[in-house]
């Protein structure tokens, strides 16, 4: 029983794992783009987000630019969801690939060096994009602490 429960328990995970998009490797130019804009236009192409109900959270004030906790959560029923700043050299941050039976519902924590802009921007399985800002100072010393 053991042994039939940990193979299905891998083989989820294998199929998990191989659902999952290799945005550094097919979408290069995001990953090394300077600014916001350009990170967005290298990930998704000419997009105009709507505004919409997606909960971006971050401290108004980060005491610590090397570990600023942000979360993202929206109802929208996502096939991506792609988190920039323009704080930083390199404006990408992370982009999750959102599979059936994840709730679009993410936490992380990120460095900024200064204060600046977050966005979130919400790939819709409707073909759609969606974003939010939110802006946030960084305490003097950004990523030092």
Known sequence: MKKTMLTLVAVAAMTVSLSATDYRAEKPDTWIAHDVPTAIKAL????????????LKAP???????????SVKTDIPAKSIAI?????PEAAVVVFTVTEDMVEDF????????????T????????KFYSKKLTLEVALGGCEG
Not at 60 to 70: C, D, M, R, Y
Not at 84 to 88: H, V
Not at 120 to 127: S, Y
């Open 84 to 88: 920039f700043q323009d704080a930083n």
């Open 44 to 55: 998704y192409g000419e997009i105009t987000p709507a505004d919409a109900a997606i909960k």
């Open 120 to 127: 979130a921007i919400v790939e819709g399985k409707d073909g």
């Open 107 to 118: 936490g992380l924590k990120i460095k900024m060096k200064k204060s600046g802009t977050i």
């Open 60 to 70: 108004k004030v980060a005491s610590n630019g090397g570990a600023i906790p942000v």
